[in-house]
T-cell receptor, first 113, second 114 residues
Framework: ETGVTQTPRHLVMGMTNKKSLKCEQHLGHNAMYWYKQSAKKPLELMFVYNFKEQTENNSVPSRFSPECPNSSHLFLHLHTLQPEDSALYLC????????????FGPGTRLTVT | QQQVKQSPQSLIVQKGGISIINCAYENTAFDYFPWYQQFPGKGPALLIAIRPDVSEKKEGRFTISFNKSAKQFSLHIMDSQPGDSATYFCAASNSGGGADGLTFGKGTHLIIQP
């Protein structure tokens, strides 16, 4: 195990639902990330948090809303998603000075119906 | 615009053979080049990484070769084993302080046949 956990592991939701993805890291890191992994596409960076402050938002639609209440927890709130949002959502963490060495969780497989 | 191009998309190698995956980048500000390995149902895990001040780095059966002038780097897996079957991602980072995300290639699905 990498020390990064994600829940739930699988999620099926309708386009009108509201749900949240949770990530927790037990590594003492202060930087956390959300990535989207779709088939035949590179992993796409969505959000970066550094010491609980959002430092990067890669033009992600507002139907995705991140929250970082402390350095160990990261949430991704979802509402009115589209079928094309179906993907594997990965959380990662690192120390800010070593952002090139990121530790990933197992991901949440999201299906939007 | 894809900043890190990876090839091939898929690769089949016989057990004991050499697996080679290539990547090219465009942004000269990148200064750290990791490779990640991902098994089904798991997140990517850091395998090996290199900085552009060296041309080669070896860890066990895994070697990164780096060509700064060509802006290319590659992963070589020697004596490939069935347990190496996974998806491999090259990535690049500008580690100039702070927390930055990684820029990934599209991935190579590697199958090692027994």
């Amino acid at each position: 195990e990498t020390g990064v956990t994600q829940t739930p592991r699988h999620l099926v939701m309708g386009m009108t639902n509201k749900k949240s993805l949770k990530c927790e890291q037990h590594l003492g890191h202060n930087a956390m990330y959300w990535y989207k992994q779709s088939a035949k596409k590179p992993l796409e960076l969505m959000f970066v948090y550094n010491f609980k402050e959002q430092t990067e938002n890669n033009s992600v639609p507002s139907r995705f809303s991140p929250e970082c209440p402390n350095s160990s927890h990261l949430f991704l709130h979802l509402h009115t998603l589209q079928p094309e949002d179906s993907a594997l959502y990965l959380c990662a963490s690192s120390t800010p000075g070593s952002s090139y060495e990121q530790y990933f969780g197992p991901g949440t497989r999201l299906t939007v119906t | 615009q894809q900043q890190v191009k990876q090839s091939p998309q898929s690769l089949i190698v016989q057990k004991g053979g050499i697996s080679i995956i290539n990547c090219a980048y465009e942004n000269t500000a990148f200064d750290y080049f990791p490779w990640y390995q991902q098994f089904p149902g798991k997140g990517p895990a850091l395998l090996i990484a290199i900085r552009p001040d060296v041309s080669e780095k070896k860890e066990g059966r895994f070697t990164i070769s780096f060509n700064k002038s060509a802006k290319q780097f590659s992963l070589h897996i020697m004596d490939s084993q069935p347990g190496d079957s996974a998806t491999y991602f090259c990535a690049a980072s500008n580690s100039g302080g702070g927390a930055d995300g990684l820029t990934f290639g599209k991935g190579t699905h590697l199958i090692i046949q027994p």
